[in-house]
């Protein structure tokens, strides 16, 4: 699976951006597809994931402003992002995960900031 995303930029707080990724390859066995960040010095963590039934999970910093969507014809996962703040700055990294056989697959990463 490869995964190429997109959307990334510079952006006063309050602003949005909107990412996108597109998963090619063996897509099929894919179950849920999301979105993790990692700001300098710090780990990667989750931003918003989505399964293949459309299940949504949030970090509790972006509840209320992120939302996350897939369209399945497309093979894409977006993540429109709202009120953006200079906290929400970070690479942000498109994720695949399978469960069997259990894999994970990740995009080249974009850079969201955002200017106070």
């Known amino acids: 699976v490869q995964l190429q995303a997109s959307g990334g930029g510079l952006v006063e707080a309050g602003g949005s951006l909107r990412l996108s990724c597109a998963a090619s390859g063996r897509v099929l066995s894919i179950n849920t597809m999301g979105w993790y960040r990692q700001a300098p010095g710090k780990q990667r963590d989750l931003v918003a994931t989505i399964t293949s039934a459309s299940v949504t999970d949030y970090a509790d910093s972006v509840k209320g402003r992120f939302t996350i969507s897939r369209d399945s014809a497309k093979n894409t996962v977006y993540l429109q992002m709202n009120d953006l703040k200079p906290e929400d700055t970070a690479v942000y990294y498109c994720?695949?995960?399978?469960?069997?056989?259990?894999?994970?697959?990740w995009g080249q990463g974009t850079q969201v900031t955002v200017s106070s």
């Open positions: 994720y695949a995960g399978r469960q069997l056989p259990r894999a994970a697959y």
